[in-house]
Antibody, heavy 124, light 113 residues
Framework: QVQLVQSGAEVKKPGASVKVSCKAS????????VHWVRQAPGQGLEWMGW????????EYAQKFQGRVTMTRDTSISTAYMELRSLTSDDTAVYYC?????????????????WGQGTMVTVSS | SSELTQDPAVSVALGQTVRITCQGD??????TSWYQQKPGQAPVLVIY??????????NRPSGIPDRFSGSASGSTASLTITGAQAEDEADYYC?????????FGGGTKLTVL
């Protein structure tokens, strides 16, 4: 079965960086885009960007450009999201999500599997 | 700020039909997907469409009850729950691509009375 298992909760000080991992299993890692979405406490969902694990191509939301880096290690089927220069506004649950694709390779505008989420708390 | 607009809260009587709407210019060009999120849980995909125009029928992932359906017209997409159940009480988010990536609506809190 498809699973996305994320790393554990983090507590960071303002100005620090955080790197969250997302280990994929149950499918061919390089066959599906991985996106990152975050959710501040009591707030809605916010798209951060994606990585194509096959080509290493990335696209980031304008809000995070220059501050976020998404990478992957295909040997261990793991995607990473690093966010730098953290402020209290970055306190949120961070999710990795898989973009849905069918057996023909057709990509849908949808996210079919979500990681369990990683709570990142930024506090002095 | 979100470029997809949703009503913050909607209520429905048990067993009745409710429509949750999502408005945005990007919906004229891209399909909308819908997600259900219950407290303390990750969102779950309930409705999705195909990556081309014009819009076709909405689709449900396996395991999603057929009381959930989606539709779209112009810049508005809708999620309809026909015969709402108590377990449908949740937050619902719409999502689509836009000119600068992907965007989520602000979410609608559905209360089943």
């Amino acid at each position: 079965q498809v699973q996305l298992v994320q790393s554990g909760a983090e507590v960071k000080k303002p100005g620090a960086s955080v790197k969250v991992s997302c280990k994929a299993s149950g499918y061919i890692f390089t066959g599906y885009y991985v996106h990152w979405v975050r959710q501040a406490p009591g707030q809605g969902l916010e798209w951060m960007g994606w990585i194509n694990p096959n080509t290493d191509a990335t696209e980031y939301a304008q809000k995070f450009q220059g501050r976020v880096t998404m990478t992957r290690d295909t040997s261990i089927s793991t995607a990473y999201m690093e966010l730098r220069s953290l402020t209290s506004d970055d306190t949120a649950v961070y999710y990795c999500v898989r973009q849905y694709s069918d057996s023909s390779g057709y990509y849908y505008d949808a996210f079919d599997f979500w990681g369990q989420g990683t709570m990142v708390t930024v506090s002095s | 700020s979100s470029e997809l607009t949703q009503d913050p809260a909607v209520s429905v009587a048990l067993g009745q039909t409710v429509r949750i709407t999502c408005q945005g210019d990007s919906l004229r060009s891209y399909f909308t997907s819908w997600y259900q999120q219950k407290p303390g849980q990750a969102p779950v995909l309930v409705i999705y469409g195909k990556n081309n125009r014009p819009y076709g029928q909405s689709n449900r992932p396996s395991g999603i009850p057929d009381r959930f359906s989606g539709s779209a017209s112009g810049s508005t997409a809708s999620l309809t729950i026909t015969g709402a159940q108590a377990e449908d009480e949740a937050d619902y988010y719409c999502n689509s691509r836009d000119r600068s990536g992907w965007v989520f609506g602000g979410g609608t809190k559905l209360t089943v009375l």
